[in-house]
């Protein structure tokens, strides 16, 4: 049965950015490979709630190649991309040999990245990843099982203090969830410590929190978040953090449990591109969001550092990469690749975050929102991107349960006691 | 406040033995502490659905200081236990000063035995916990992966047989399982592989699948497998397990995809005891449950040999440990320790597997039942005792869709690709 034989695209990363390219080509007359380094597609803006214990892993994820099942012209391979040879038009995976590509996609993403300071790392675990969500999720609990095992009041007191760096949507996130944890999910369960003794801090840079959004919703924020007990220290850098806590400017705050939400770092498989890149470790792309001389290679989402109008890049959320990959999506669907094209446009519909369990900050359609009304916005919206998981069911009713009870649904450490050794000697 | 000073009991293992004393003692005049290597509480005979992909870690299990949160009189400790040391009346902690005690119940469990061949751990994992079922979930997701990675079709092939040794209810009710996935879930997922290709084999010594059960439910096993597509190995010995595969007798079978199913072993705490042990580690008890010269230590569940009137002992299933936790916590609770009681009998009310989406064999109050029957009276049963889990509705859900579509909804990969080239290295 001889095939026509079709040009292949490639796309590194299945987030939303690569996902959406692939997701509106299902019938278009390419052989598509999908590569990522895990099975599954991840919700991400909810991922904080994994890390949280309100979320089961599997209520944000979906396998991709269950995603794109339908798709016969879409091949999905589990691999890790190790580089991208743009003369011979090849990527190179570390388990399999090269693979050639006509087009390329690239929609690698970010990790976080601790400005040089990579040894902070293992003090102070960031958020990216499902395995990321589980790992703080566990130090989260596991921190509240050490305390109840103190004698000493002091020693107690520091495995319930939370430090969470970064003042950006995901950090304020995190602490009203860490503080709505300690004040309500946890009440009652522990005989020796009282849970609601647990401080939460927040640090941020900028003079305020949520320094991309109007300065009202920050200081909305910060008030709401004081209300749950957090205390938010603004205008301030951290200058160490090791086995004792985090130094901000003079003040060493102790902490075992300290949560990373600052700093953003590309794939490294970018520099491979040859192409200009960004402070971040972005690659600055044409106004088609290709790469300069060579209009086969796309990079979009928080790959790409994509300039707007007054000259600062969009930022990585996961609306841009969504209508990213859609554009990007039409013109090679369109066979418009090389061609002249209207320049990709960002249609901004809004940003948002919740505060606690059931409260939030948002500004959407040009309008700002906060209090009760605002966390149903933000509900409704999130349910709706859900559209690609079978678990939206599931998600609704664990966040229901939440706010009825106050409890949270997947508490589960899967670590044993005895993994923990080093944990409890850093605090000892 | 002056409390009155009461007497301590430590339970040791929050496993349906040692939380069913719990349960029962909730308002006894006693200082209960329990203490549990893990944070949770786990409905052990659904691990198998967890490792393969059908349920998530949070529908089976539910934190211990959860279910005992109203129980004034309980303290829950996560830590591991070292050894009992009986004659001071104390355990000593790996993270905490020892734990004096007045009363002890051991309900430690077991892990799996591989009959003093250790080496054979890493190629052919077991399953006893959370972190087991994750573990082999993730081996069976990515071997497919891999197998779709292969440009050979015997490699791929050597990704995609899976061998379970050991043919009792777990053994036999992976195969089916492993079996189904192959030919429904997998199905249209892969482009490069048919999944259907899998094989699944399952290696018993005994010269039948499930010899503890009546032997023509042993056969209507064995032939519900096979035609699943399952090939029954009985009768003959596991000689060697490496990186290549399996050697049954002289037979190789090459597989990346071991899971081991056969021996248990009993927590090497029991050995501290300084009691009577058996083969397999267990602790011979006496006939209220107590040890030799300490009235004041049971051992119980899985950890404990309890003789019956034919001489075997009691099997290490699910409801021998909850009737023997309140068996002892009716002796504490009404105060006949160190007295003469009524011997502990274990009320028989059958046994049970599943094999593959819609079948069973059950023998239930004295009969014996097969087919979609048996399948039904094993899913109303196992729904019954899920009553610690807030999670019944959703196992109830997850079982519907899995039945309806075929489908799975747990197939998330932890792991991402580059964790995996030992892994991948190991079958090329």
Known sequence: MAKKLRKRLVIIGAGFGGLNVALRLARADYDIVVVDRTNHHLFQPLLYQVATAALAPEDIASPVRKILREHENTLVLMSEVLRVDVEAREIHLHNHAPLAYDL?????????????????????PGL??????LTIRENILVSFEHAELCDSHSQ?????NFVVIGGGPT?????????????HAMLKNFKRIDSRNARVYIVEGADRLLPTMPPELGKRAQSDLERLGVEAITGKMVTEINAEGVLVGERLIRSTNII?????QASPVLRTLGAQMDRQGRVVVEPNLSIANHPEIFVIGDAAHCKTKDGAPLPGVAPVAIQQGRYVAKIIGENLVGKQTRPFKYRDNGTMATIGRSRAVAQVFGMKYDGFLAWCTWSMIHLMYLTLYKNRARVLIEWMYGYITGQRGARLIRRASEEESTKSRRAS
């Open 260 to 264: 990373w939400a600052a700093g953003n």
């Open 171 to 183: 950090g304020v996130e995190l602490a009203g969830v860490i503080a709505e944890i300690a004040n």
């Open 156 to 160: 107690a007191q520091t495995f319930m």
């Open 128 to 133: 990216k990843t499902l395995d990321d969500a």
């Open 104 to 124: 390329l996609v690239v929609a690698t993403g970010a990790r976080h990245s601790y400005f040089g300071k990579n040894e902070w790392e293992k003090f102070a």
